[in-house]
């Protein structure tokens, strides 16, 4: 196995400068390859290595230069909120509380794509990029929203820009949550 390796190597080099010859030399343990003739050695002849060209990447146009070409850009067949539920009481202490979207296709992040939401109209100045996070309580201030406060949630994905390219139907819940 070793002498294998040692042919292998020496193989690989030959290919690298082809006028060098390999030697084969009685060993211990076996045949010993070398590109230095020793005492007792004899030249092997090889035949040439059949060399393929790895095949070469196929570019993918940009974002810009599919709209261009009339290539589809990125169709989010669909798109929800999913968490909270419509319709529905969410116990949020502190007036945290869980978002779950889904996306089909999911998010393409290698465009910067991400999700905005929303709420009440006010716009939480985070990106997001996982389907499943949470409002933090510094969204709501020192004017944290009283027990039972009507909630709207609008969700969209956006690109890099901002540019909104699917919106989800908004979901309408009450907060329920305690302070201590």
């Known amino acids: 196995m070793k002498s294998l390796l040692v ?22 343990n076996g045949p010993v390859f070398s590109d230095q003739p020793q005492p007792g050695a ?30 589809e850009v990125v169709d989010y067949r669909s798109f929800s909120i999913v968490l909270p539920e419509n319709e529905s009481g969410v116990t949020a202490n502190d007036a945290v509380f869980a978002v ?8 393409q992040l290698g465009e910067a794509h991400a999700f905005s939401v929303s709420i009440n ?6 990106r997001f990029t996982t389907t499943e996070f949470m409002i933090p309580r510094e969204f709501w201030g020192d004017d944290v929203p009283p027990h039972n406060f009507s909630v709207q949630l609008d969700a969209s994905i956006v690109d890099a820009h901002g540019q909104v390219l699917k919106q989800a139907a908004p979901v309408r819940f009450v907060m329920l949550h305690s302070f201590r």
């Not at 042919?7 to 211990?28: E, F």
């Not at 109209?121 to 985070?126: L, M, W």
């Open 100 to 107: 779950r979207v889904v996306a089909d296709p999911p998010l």
């Open 121 to 126: 109209g006010r716009a939480v100045s985070r």
């Open 7 to 28: 042919l292998v190597i020496l193989l690989l080099q030959c290919s690298a400068s082809p006028a060098q010859g390999v030697y084969v030399t009685p060993g211990a």
């Open 42 to 71: 004899r030249e092997v002849s090889l035949p040439p290595l059949n060399v393929v060209a790895p095949p070469q990447p196929v570019a993918t146009p940009g974002k810009d230069e599919r709209a261009k070409s009339g290539t």
